[in-house]
């Protein structure tokens, strides 16, 4: 396969910042390996798409390398999709270079072609809670999962973090296991005598393994990345572990369960749970203050003041109304924002307003919420909360 084709694990906006035009955004629907050929058929036709497009505004010598990489594309097409089955494939192409993203939630039959990627659909890749960590405990095992929308992995633990549970607590970890949770501890207590009773020795022993896996998580397992991490645990090793954690973003809410008595479907189905009520908590805390926030100029619902706000590099929050599309753009140097009319049906052919604000607020860290049009201030469709 050609060096030019990119699959990618995380946005990165400043990958696409100067990519020259023209470039082309595809988002293809996936259908697994049982519609594969269907998948093949659609994306063709997409890229017919794409090629109408380029010739009413280019000349073909513009375009002649993104054309080959579209075939290169289509001719891998099931590798590069992966086997998965209800979600998409974001193909983002330029004649230098192609980026692709397999996502877990479906996106498209879509086309763009213009001086930018479109990229408003891998929004939700991009919100809080879209990559995310499990750390399953007990009282005398851990397991560190990484997951996403649509899968969970296990993360392996380092060789030298296993060298040192195996000194601290050889009954639990001999060598032979990869991931601390299959011994039990509990099983192999230590010979203690007096007046301890069995509960007691359990509990002391949990508390030492709880300071080790705590220890391992903060400074190996988490160090270097701001992801959400939720515990999943029986609701009295909840109380002990949140009791001494020093984990950064360990979220308040966790699951109730022991993760080792759990299907990979339902655990999925409690994170992403968790996940949705975090988001929301934390768009209703924004949100709580925009009227106040507003009304002493630190908020505002107007499009053209958000486009200079945002070139001021001063927007905390970004909200967008789900399923809005605002025919239109802004010039990210001045903050002058353009309108189009509507298209026939409503149609997007692009560039689209919303796109263009997601792309300068992540630029500068700023938080982006997708929220169902009730919940965002004004009718706009927009609205933007301030750092001052």
Same mark, same amino acid.
């Given at each position: 396969?050609e060096?030019g084709? @990119?699959?990618l694990?995380?946005?990165?906006?400043?990958?696409?910042?100067?990519a020259?035009?023209?470039l082309?955004s595809i988002?293809?629907?996936l259908?697994g390996r049982a519609?594969?050929?269907?998948?093949r058929?659609?994306?063709?036709n997409?890229?017919?798409e794409?090629?109408?497009?380029?010739?009413q505004?280019?000349?073909?010598?513009?375009?002649?390398?993104l054309?080959?990489?579209?075939d290169?594309?289509?001719?891998?097409?099931?590798?590069l999709?992966?086997?998965?089955?209800?979600g998409s494939l974001?193909?983002?192409a330029?004649?230098?270079?192609?980026?692709?993203y397999?996502?877990?939630?479906?996106?498209?039959?879509?086309?763009?072609?213009?001086e930018? !990627?479109?990229t408003r659909p891998?929004?939700r890749e991009?919100? !809080?809670g879209s990559?995310? !960590?499990?750390l399953?405990?007990s009282a005398?095992?851990?397991a560190?999962?990484?997951?996403d929308?649509? @899968?969970l992995?296990?993360?392996?633990l380092?060789?030298?973090v296993?060298d040192?549970?195996?000194?601290?607590?050889?009954?639990?970890?001999?060598?032979?296991?990869g991931?601390?949770?299959?011994?039990s501890?509990?099983?192999h207590?230590?010979?203690?005598h007096?007046?301890k009773?069995?509960?007691e020795v359990r509990k002391e022993?949990a508390?030492?393994?709880f300071?080790?896996v705590?220890?391992?998580?903060?400074d190996h397992?988490?160090?270097g990345?701001?992801?959400?991490v939720?515990?999943?645990?029986?609701?009295e090793?909840?109380?002990? !572990?949140?009791?001494?954690?020093?984990?950064?973003?360990?979220l308040?809410?966790?699951i109730?369960?022991?993760?080792?008595?759990?299907e990979?479907?339902?655990l999925l189905?409690a994170?992403?749970?968790?996940l949705? *009520?975090?988001?929301?908590a934390?768009?209703? *805390?924004?949100?709580?203050?925009?009227?106040d926030a507003e009304?002493?100029n630190?908020?505002t619902?107007?499009l053209?003041?958000?486009g200079l706000?945002l070139v001021?590099r001063?927007?905390r929050?970004l909200?967008l109304?789900?399923?809005?599309y605002?025919p239109?753009?802004f010039?990210?140097?001045?903050?002058?924002v353009?309108?189009f009319e509507?298209?026939p049906?409503g149609?997007?052919?692009?560039?689209?307003?919303?796109d263009?604000?997601v792309?300068?607020?992540?630029?500068?860290?700023?938080?982006?919420?997708e929220?169902?049009?009730?919940?965002?201030p004004?009718d706009?469709?927009?609205?933007?909360?301030?750092?001052y």
């Open positions: 396969m060096d084709i @990119s699959t694990a995380n946005f990165d906006s400043a990958l696409f910042e100067h020259n035009p023209p082309a988002y293809l629907p259908h519609g594969a050929e269907e998948d058929v659609q994306f063709k997409l890229v017919e794409v090629r109408s497009k380029l010739a505004e280019y000349e073909h010598r513009e375009h002649a390398n054309d080959g990489r579209l290169e594309v289509a001719m891998h097409l099931e590798d999709a992966g086997g998965a089955s209800g974001a193909v983002l330029s004649n230098d270079q192609v980026y692709l397999r996502m877990d939630y479906a996106a498209g039959p879509l086309v763009f072609v213009g930018r !990627f479109y891998l929004l991009l919100q !809080f990559r995310y !960590f499990l399953g405990l005398d095992r851990f560190f999962v990484r997951g929308f649509g @899968s992995d296990r993360v392996e380092p060789a030298d296993l040192e549970f195996s000194e601290e607590f050889p009954l639990v970890y001999d060598g032979h296991e991931a601390l949770d299959y011994s501890l509990e099983n207590l230590p010979p203690y007096g007046y009773s069995r509960k022993e508390g030492k393994f300071q080790h705590n220890e391992v998580v903060t397992l988490v160090r990345t701001d992801l959400p939720i515990l999943v645990s029986l609701p090793h909840q109380t002990a !572990f949140r009791r001494i954690s020093t984990i950064p973003h360990l308040d809410e966790g109730e369960k022991d993760i080792g008595g759990l990979a479907p339902e189905d994170a992403k749970g968790v949705e *009520r975090e988001r929301a934390r768009a209703g *805390r924004l949100l709580n203050g925009f009227g009304a002493h630190r908020a619902t107007d053209e003041t958000i706000a001021e001063k927007v929050a909200f109304a789900e399923g809005a605002i239109g753009g010039n990210d140097k001045t903050g002058e353009y309108l509507r298209e049906h149609r997007f052919q692009g560039p689209e307003l919303a263009g604000f792309r300068a607020a992540l630029a500068q860290d700023a938080e982006v919420y929220l169902p049009p009730e919940n965002v004004g706009s469709g927009i609205a933007a909360l301030y750092r």
